[in-house]
């Protein structure tokens, strides 16, 4: 067996550094192109990866990182694992991804502590798993004509399956696992990496011993490449010495939000001592020292994580301020990083955040017990019972996006942009006045991105060009670099909210992002406590909704979908996670009045976990995904003490939900929760989706409600 190379990545981002993927699926999507364009875009993306990494000097190249839509879902495929409703599907891979006109797609949720989303396979008993090796093995016979030899990437069991929820079937699955194997080995792959990230988590004892068990069969197959099992996210714990008892020969260890490792004779150990998960700097005496200290047969230089989470290249923002820049690494940089760790050349020192001091926080005011609010809100809102309202976004068209681009070069006056703004504004208000919505919102056609747009208009932020980052499919974001003292200089979202409810009788919801998503969807400085930062940005959050109920909004909503996303990994750091968090909230809209209805929004981040949390936040109405994961929502929420809204029409697919499915679930609904606290609303944000489907499916939520309002009144 060769020996495993002295600097690798355990992954790169995958949607071309001008988002050459995003560009090609949606071309494909909309019919404009077809698969072939598709393969072609992929095959041109996998190949300026691996040249680049090769020209940057990275030993050990990885491939199967590259996805089409999801890693996780490829593993599905890879396994069999295809449900059988979506057999039949034109294409069954995009099927199960987001759905087609008679089917829904599979639920969707968070990647452990990330913003990145992955498709939850779906197995059961009947599952029969079946082996498809066909895209690991063209990607590792397209990188050797290239001239390039590969580490193939694959979700190892233990993980897949706990994402599954089906971790009964290890023992089914190990076999395709041991068929892949063999097939990577007749390849001549050297090789294989099996990501087994779960593993950072609290597992059990049974589970650990399922750890064991799994990998000892593995590591049994007797013509296989090398065994590279990669955790990361945290530190692996008791985990690791089961895994280093067993036949596996190279283990990957997250040196940057773990610890230490012990000493490990005989195994190579995958130091992740650059980060995947943050855009700053390594410090190169942290990683010496990190690398000095593990004692192991081999030691490889690595990134902490996949590389996805972050964007390509600093090289490609100019707009930055110098000092800024200068502590900045992307992909490319944090490759560079590690090759230079592993000839240990790395040159330092890393520039230092510039000191600034912290405010001191201000102690949040009371609002009045929720009975007292409910009732001062019922008596000014008026709402009929099953309200309907959105979360806050419409679509996002080719026009606006225009728009903004023509005043960022000039071609197009900021007058001329706001009037373009309130023509939007206006369309949106007539859409849903014509639907007969209840609550209505201004449809946020200024903002680019529900946490960029705030940090372009709060102090010690920074916003990129270019700083791309995949979220799921070919949805991408572009994080903000937090990296300064956070306030508010005036206003944000105050103007356009006013003029919507101008322009109606009907109630505008104020929309505002949150201060744990701000800070959870940023790359934050590390030089203050998490918690801090946070609190920062609440007070930021606070002074907005001040000047919008004094505007004279009478309902301001405060999302916080990254809610569950930040939640520790380990069970130990939860609680002081979940204690600061929601005083954060609390914090950032204390002071409202009475009749003031506060709202919240989650979504695709299994908040069922949380939802005691949920309920501290005291927001009078709580908007949540329900209807992509199948209502499971429903069976955690019947002590929940305020107004609720579990989605009823999943934005993230283009199928168009009927008015009997809308019904459907709100009877479930109905059926959790007393009708007074029952909202109806879609699972998030429209921004994603045409207004020839907002507006069907929107007809048939407000149809399935003026049912069901007719025999609550009767």
């Given at each position: 067996m060769s020996p495993f190379p002295t600097s690798t990545v355990l992954g790169y981002p995958r949607i071309g550094p001008r988002r050459e993927l995003k560009r090609a699926l949606e071309s494909y999507w909309d019919g404009r192109s077809g698969r072939a364009e598709l393969e072609r875009a992929g095959a041109e993306i996998r190949e300026r990866t691996w040249r680049r990494l090769a020209e940057l000097g990275l030993e050990g190249l990885p491939s199967n990182t590259f996805s089409l839509y999801d890693h996780v879902l490829d593993t599905a495929v890879l396994l069999g694992a295809v449900p059988e409703r979506y057999r039949a599907a034109e294409d069954p891979y995009f099927a199960m991804a987001r759905g087609t006109d008679g089917l829904a797609p599979l639920r969707m949720t968070k990647w452990f502590d990330t913003n990145y989303h992955y498709i939850v396979p779906e197995i059961g008993p009947e599952t029969v798993f079946k082996l498809d090796a066909s895209k690991p093995l063209a990607e590792v016979r397209e990188a050797r004509a290239l001239g390039y030899e590969t580490r193939p990437v694959v979700v190892g069991p233990v993980t897949f399956l706990l994402l599954a929820g089906a971790p009964e079937r290890l023992d089914d699955v190990l076999g395709c696992y041991e068929e892949l194997l063999a097939a990577l080995a007749a390849e001549g792959v050297a090789w294989v990496q099996l990501d087994e990230p779960a593993l950072v988590g609290d597992r059990t004892p049974e589970e650990l011993e399922a750890v064991r068990g799994a990998y000892d069969r593995l590591g049994s197959v007797t013509a296989r490449p090398g065994l590279f099992v990669a955790s990361y996210f945290g530190d692996l714990g008791p985990a690791l010495p089961v895994l280093a008892a067993t036949p596996v020969e190279a283990i990957g260890v997250d040196l940057v939000r773990g610890g230490g490792v012990p000493d490990l004779p005989g195994k190579t150990v995958v130091a992740g001592v650059v980060s995947g998960r943050d855009v700053w700097r390594t410090a190169p005496e942290r990683a010496l020292a990190a690398l000095g200290a593990v004692r192991a047969g081999r030691v490889t230089v690595s990134t902490s994580c996949s590389l996805l989470h972050v964007p390509y290249d600093v090289d490609a923002e100019p707009d930055l301020d110098p000092g800024l820049r200068a502590r900045l690494a992307f992909a490319e940089q944090k490759v560079a990083e590690v090759?230079?760790?592993?000839?240990?050349?790395?040159?330092?020192?890393?520039?230092?955040?510039?000191?600034?001091?912290?405010?001191?926080?201000?102690?949040?005011?009371?609002?009045?017990?929720?009975?007292?609010?409910?009732?001062?809100?019922?008596?000014?809102?008026?709402?009929?019972?099953?309200?309907?309202?959105?979360?806050?976004?419409?679509?996002?068209?080719?026009?606006?996006?225009?728009?903004?681009?023509?005043?960022?070069?000039?071609?197009?006056?900021?007058?001329?942009?706001?009037?373009?703004?309130?023509?939007?504004?206006?369309?949106?208000?007539?859409?849903?006045?014509?639907?007969?919505?209840?609550?209505?919102?201004?449809?946020?056609?200024?903002?680019?991105?529900?946490?960029?747009?705030?940090?372009?208009?709060?102090?010690?932020?920074?916003?990129?060009?270019?700083?791309?980052?995949?979220?799921?499919?070919?949805?991408?974001?572009?994080?903000?670099?937090?990296?300064?003292?956070?306030?508010?200089p005036g206003p944000i979202t105050v103007r356009w909210a006013s003029y919507a409810q101008s322009l109606t009788d009907k109630p505008v919801k104020g929309m505002l992002t949150g201060p744990v998503t701000i800070v959870a969807w940023s790359f934050v400085r590390d030089d203050l406590p998490l918690r801090d930062v946070v609190f920062q940005v609440a007070d930021a959050v606070r002074e907005e909704v001040r000047d919008l109920e004094a505007a004279g909004l009478s309902i301001i909503q405060v999302d916080e979908p990254a809610l569950r996303e930040l939640l520790p990994l380990r069970r130990a750091a939860q609680a002081d996670y979940l204690e600061w968090a929601v005083a954060a909230y609390r914090r950032a809209t204390s002071g409202a009045a009475d009749r003031t209805q506060i709202h919240t929004h989650l979504c695709y981040s299994d908040a069922d976990q949380i939802l005691a949390a949920i309920d501290g936040l005291d927001a009078d109405v709580t908007t949540i995904e329900s209807a992509r994961s199948g209502a499971r929502i429903l069976g955690a929420v019947s002590a929940f003490g305020r107004g609720l809204g579990p989605g009823v029409y999943d934005i993230h697919s283009p199928r168009v939900p009927g008015a009997d499915e809308v019904e459907d679930l709100l009877r479930r609904t109905l059926e959790a929760l007393p009708a007074e606290r029952v909202w109806v609303n879609p699972d998030c944000g429209l921004k994603t989706r045409t207004y020839e489907q907002v507006e069907s499916s929107l007809a048939h939520v407000v149809e399935a409600t003026r049912r069901l309002r007719a025999e609550l009144q009767a």
């Amino acid at each position: 067996m060769s020996p495993f190379p002295t600097s690798t990545v355990l992954g790169y981002p995958r949607i071309g550094p001008r988002r050459e993927l995003k560009r090609a699926l949606e071309s494909y999507w909309d019919g404009r192109s077809g698969r072939a364009e598709l393969e072609r875009a992929g095959a041109e993306i996998r190949e300026r990866t691996w040249r680049r990494l090769a020209e940057l000097g990275l030993e050990g190249l990885p491939s199967n990182t590259f996805s089409l839509y999801d890693h996780v879902l490829d593993t599905a495929v890879l396994l069999g694992a295809v449900p059988e409703r979506y057999r039949a599907a034109e294409d069954p891979y995009f099927a199960m991804a987001r759905g087609t006109d008679g089917l829904a797609p599979l639920r969707m949720t968070k990647w452990f502590d990330t913003n990145y989303h992955y498709i939850v396979p779906e197995i059961g008993p009947e599952t029969v798993f079946k082996l498809d090796a066909s895209k690991p093995l063209a990607e590792v016979r397209e990188a050797r004509a290239l001239g390039y030899e590969t580490r193939p990437v694959v979700v190892g069991p233990v993980t897949f399956l706990l994402l599954a929820g089906a971790p009964e079937r290890l023992d089914d699955v190990l076999g395709c696992y041991e068929e892949l194997l063999a097939a990577l080995a007749a390849e001549g792959v050297a090789w294989v990496q099996l990501d087994e990230p779960a593993l950072v988590g609290d597992r059990t004892p049974e589970e650990l011993e399922a750890v064991r068990g799994a990998y000892d069969r593995l590591g049994s197959v007797t013509a296989r490449p090398g065994l590279f099992v990669a955790s990361y996210f945290g530190d692996l714990g008791p985990a690791l010495p089961v895994l280093a008892a067993t036949p596996v020969e190279a283990i990957g260890v997250d040196l940057v939000r773990g610890g230490g490792v012990p000493d490990l004779p005989g195994k190579t150990v995958v130091a992740g001592v650059v980060s995947g998960r943050d855009v700053w700097r390594t410090a190169p005496e942290r990683a010496l020292a990190a690398l000095g200290a593990v004692r192991a047969g081999r030691v490889t230089v690595s990134t902490s994580c996949s590389l996805l989470h972050v964007p390509y290249d600093v090289d490609a923002e100019p707009d930055l301020d110098p000092g800024l820049r200068a502590r900045l690494a992307f992909a490319e940089q944090k490759v560079a990083e590690v090759v230079a760790l592993a000839r240990s050349d790395f040159q330092g020192p890393v520039p230092a955040a510039p000191s600034v001091p912290l405010t001191s926080p201000a102690a949040p005011e009371e609002r009045a017990p929720y009975a007292v609010r409910a009732a001062a809100q019922a008596a000014h809102l008026g709402l009929p019972p099953l309200p309907i309202t959105t979360i806050g976004s419409f679509p996002q068209t080719g026009e606006l996006r225009a728009a903004r681009a023509a005043v960022a070069n000039g071609t197009l006056s900021e007058d001329d942009y706001e009037r373009r703004v309130e023509a939007e504004i206006e369309r949106v208000v007539r859409v849903q006045e014509r639907l007969g919505l209840d609550v209505l919102v201004h449809g946020e056609p200024e903002r680019n991105d529900m946490v960029q747009y705030f940090a372009e208009h709060l102090d010690g932020f920074a916003v990129t060009r270019n700083g791309w980052v995949q979220s799921y499919g070919s949805r991408c974001t572009r994080p903000p670099i937090l990296h300064g003292d956070v306030s508010r200089p005036g206003p944000i979202t105050v103007r356009w909210a006013s003029y919507a409810q101008s322009l109606t009788d009907k109630p505008v919801k104020g929309m505002l992002t949150g201060p744990v998503t701000i800070v959870a969807w940023s790359f934050v400085r590390d030089d203050l406590p998490l918690r801090d930062v946070v609190f920062q940005v609440a007070d930021a959050v606070r002074e907005e909704v001040r000047d919008l109920e004094a505007a004279g909004l009478s309902i301001i909503q405060v999302d916080e979908p990254a809610l569950r996303e930040l939640l520790p990994l380990r069970r130990a750091a939860q609680a002081d996670y979940l204690e600061w968090a929601v005083a954060a909230y609390r914090r950032a809209t204390s002071g409202a009045a009475d009749r003031t209805q506060i709202h919240t929004h989650l979504c695709y981040s299994d908040a069922d976990q949380i939802l005691a949390a949920i309920d501290g936040l005291d927001a009078d109405v709580t908007t949540i995904e329900s209807a992509r994961s199948g209502a499971r929502i429903l069976g955690a929420v019947s002590a929940f003490g305020r107004g609720l809204g579990p989605g009823v029409y999943d934005i993230h697919s283009p199928r168009v939900p009927g008015a009997d499915e809308v019904e459907d679930l709100l009877r479930r609904t109905l059926e959790a929760l007393p009708a007074e606290r029952v909202w109806v609303n879609p699972d998030c944000g429209l921004k994603t989706r045409t207004y020839e489907q907002v507006e069907s499916s929107l007809a048939h939520v407000v149809e399935a409600t003026r049912r069901l309002r007719a025999e609550l009144q009767a």
